[in-house]
């Protein structure tokens, strides 16, 4: 669990994974420079429970360099990764263990259910309808995340859990210089390495969205390094159908990049450089009467969940947050 000034979520996140029906665990903690109580509430819950270990950075590395830390420290079988503002329900570590050594899945995910503390917003679930278990090739995984694509699952925010060894004897970590889409870069090129990913359908992993969610922030030094990185990751691969798949990818977040550049001269009022920016890629322009959901798959299912009620969700929330309290 990486943490950044996460105290007002962080208590909940912990108790959601001490009461995994799973017991054999450990949580890492790394908190990532935070300036307020996180470190005191992870302590507390620390001198309770000896399975809850605190690692303090010296520096602020992101949310990449604390779980490198964390994968560093790790000694179980499998490495699972919770945000520190949301929620294990209580068997998924059980079912997601279960399910991989079943398929023999070197990474295991499953779908997650959007929720949060207003009263307005219904829970849902971030795939929608009856997804089937199944194995994501690296094709369907690049053509699912592809940046700017209406519609499509996008697995890029799915939470991944990865078999430890598979991490290590590739010497798979994760890429410290990006700040967003660190878990889609380390599953890409997992992928490009053979090692078999599975789907469950089980709705047991929360995801909070609150106003200070970073999962849809993006600036353009963080697609800067999304850029530079997938260019490389397209670059190293002969021609075929996965090469125009990655060139798809870094392309889409070059223009990720250049669409950050022209909201910021926007808002400097600098009219010249954006219609520089205009010029040079003319799909910019209308990008800006776009509606938000099209370009950022999470903010499309959290607007879903505002218009319809989705029992499955509900029924799943319920059990992600008992016991009751658990996700105030």
Partial sequence: ?????????????????????LGALELIVVDDCSSDDTCAVVSRIADEDARVRLERLAINRGPAGARNRALELARGAWFAVLDADDLYAPDRLERLVAAASREKADLIADNPVLFSNDPGDKPALFLPGPPLPGQISLQDYLRETLMFTPGGANYGYLKPMFR????????????????????????VRLLLAGHRYWLEPSPTYGYRKHAGSISHRLSAANADAMVHQGRALAE?????????????????????????????AL??????????????????????TEPLAVRIPIIRAARRRRTRRDPAAEAALLAITRPEGLAT
């Avoid at 962080?10 to 001490?18: D, Y």
């Avoid at 798949?245 to 909201?263: G, I, K, S, T």
């Avoid at 600098?270 to 209308?286: G, Q, S, V």
Wanted: proline fraction near 7%; charge should be positive.
């Fill in 267 to 288: 808002k400097a009022r600098d009219l010249a450089a954006a219609a520089r920016l205009c010029l040079h890629d003319p799909r910019l322009f209308p990008m800006l």
């Fill in 236 to 264: 190293a691969q002969p021609p075929s159908p996965v090469a125009d798949l990655l060139n798809r990818r870094w392309q889409a977040f070059a223009r990720a990049a250049d669409y950050a550049r022209l909201l910021d």
């Fill in 1 to 21: 669990m990486a943490a950044h000034n996460a105290a007002g979520f962080i208590a909940p996140a912990i108790r959601s994974v001490l009461r995994q029906t």
């Fill in 164 to 187: 430890t060894q598979s991490l290590r004897a590739g010497g798979f970590a994760y890429q410290p210089a990006l700040r967003i889409a660190e878990d889609d870069d380390l599953i």
